[in-house]
């Protein structure tokens, strides 16, 4: 149980346009769900925390224009880098927190985003 | 804000040896120490965590303790296999599943 998914596990994407990345909890409802950036042999650092129906909080120093998060419903949430530029290049680790008296984050595999 | 800080950066072990991974937190009021485990290009899997109403917990091969007062705990793997070799991170959380503060990760190779 507590699987988290995500799509697509890589992207290449020219520079300004936009990408689209979906997390889905996928044995479990998840009102919380969070976005994490991971640069080369460096630990995971927020970018925001999606909340289902409302807007995202996000962390001091990530664009909310940049990224933009919604999660519509208790399974899905998507990431949207618009107008990505190459320094936007990382790799995107959702996580999915499991409610009840034992809530931790469950995460996913990950999306690999290249833009050229 | 919490700080979490992780030793050794890198740890080489012999297959069959044991392996500690050490992390030492600020914030007192933080109640939550999971431990994830990440392999080359994958997302990180969580392998055991620990609430500080408890000090230890042990599950097969690993198992976490943690000392409150010092404010540190500590992850241990024994009898070491390759496929144990990936990169360990800790955290610390003042709200269970929520505010998660990462250590900066440890690469454990085992050797065989």
């Known amino acids: 149980g507590a699987v988290v998914s995500q799509h697509p596990s890589w992207v290449i994407c020219k520079s300004g346009t936009s990408v689209k990345i979906e997390c889905r909890s996928l044995d479990f409802q998840a009102t919380t769900m969070f976005w994490y950036r991971q640069f080369p042999k460096q630990s995971l650092m927020l970018m925001a925390t999606?909340?289902?129906?409302?807007?995202?909080?996000?962390e001091q120093g990530v664009e909310k224009d940049k990224f933009l998060i919604n999660h519509a419903s208790l399974t899905l949430s998507t990431l949207t880098v618009t107008s990505a530029h190459p320094e936007d290049s990382s790799f995107y680790i959702c996580?999915?927190?499991?409610?009840?008296?034992?809530?931790?984050?469950?995460f996913g595999p990950g999306t690999r985003l290249l833009v050229l | 804000g919490e700080n979490v800080e992780q030793h050794p950066s890198t740890l080489s072990v012999q297959e069959g040896d044991s392996a500690v991974i050490k992390c030492t937190y600020s914030?007192?009021?933080?109640?939550?120490f999971p431990w994830y485990k990440q392999e080359l290009g994958k997302g990180p899997q969580l392998i055991i965590d620990?609430?500080?109403?408890?000090g230890e917990k042990k599950d097969q091969r690993i198992a976490v303790t943690l000392n409150k007062t010092a404010k540190h705990f500590s992850l241990h793997i024994t009898e070491t296999q390759p496929e144990d070799s990936a990169v360990y991170f800790c955290a610390a959380s003042t709200s269970y599943g929520q505010n998660f503060v990462f250590g900066p990760g440890t690469r454990l190779s085992v050797l065989p």
């Open positions: 999606s909340n289902e129906g409302s807007k995202a909080t996000y």
């Open positions: 914030d007192s009021a933080s109640n939550y």
């Open positions: 996580s999915a927190l499991l409610a009840g008296w034992q809530e931790t984050q469950y």
């Open positions: 620990i609430r500080s109403n408890v």
